[in-house]
């Protein structure tokens, strides 16, 4: 692994770790890099209970990144509604999901090729 993919599965895991820790729910990470036509390189899933809670932890991850490695997001969409908050930092895609927008969109099953990727570093 060369030091830029260190570096992205370095911020994966800190958006992961951060989303944990705000109790965010079912936070997964999935290592894309093996599968066609995958938009990044990691997603980064988490389930908030309201739409304050998944503002919450969009402020979170942003603040907290921002501070850790200098890094804001290309892009944030959905930040309004609060249903599905996308955190696009390029080669990872952080998604904020309300728990019936998780189960609509079902992203898990979708890119379900995808390898799990332990949250803290082993």
Do not use: C
Not at 25 to 46: C, K, S, T
Not at 91 to 104: M, S, T, Y
């Amino acid at each position: 692994m060369n030091n830029k993919e260190k570096e992205t599965l370095v911020l994966a895991r800190l958006a992961a770790q951060i989303l944990d820790e705000k109790k965010g729910d079912e936070v997964r990470i999935l290592d894309l890099r093996g599968v066609q036509g995958a938009p990044a390189e990691y997603f980064v899933l988490a389930t908030g209970n309201v739409p304050s809670h998944v503002s919450a932890l969009s402020d979170a991850v942003y603040e907290n990144v921002k501070k850790a490695t200098g890094m804001a997001p290309h892009k944030i969409e959905g930040y309004q509604n609060a249903e599905w908050i996308l955190m696009d930092y390029f080669d990872v895609v952080v998604h904020i999901f309300q728990k019936e927008k998780r189960a609509f969109y079902r992203l898990d099953e979708l890119w379900s090729d995808g390898k799990e990727v332990a949250i803290k570093s082993k």
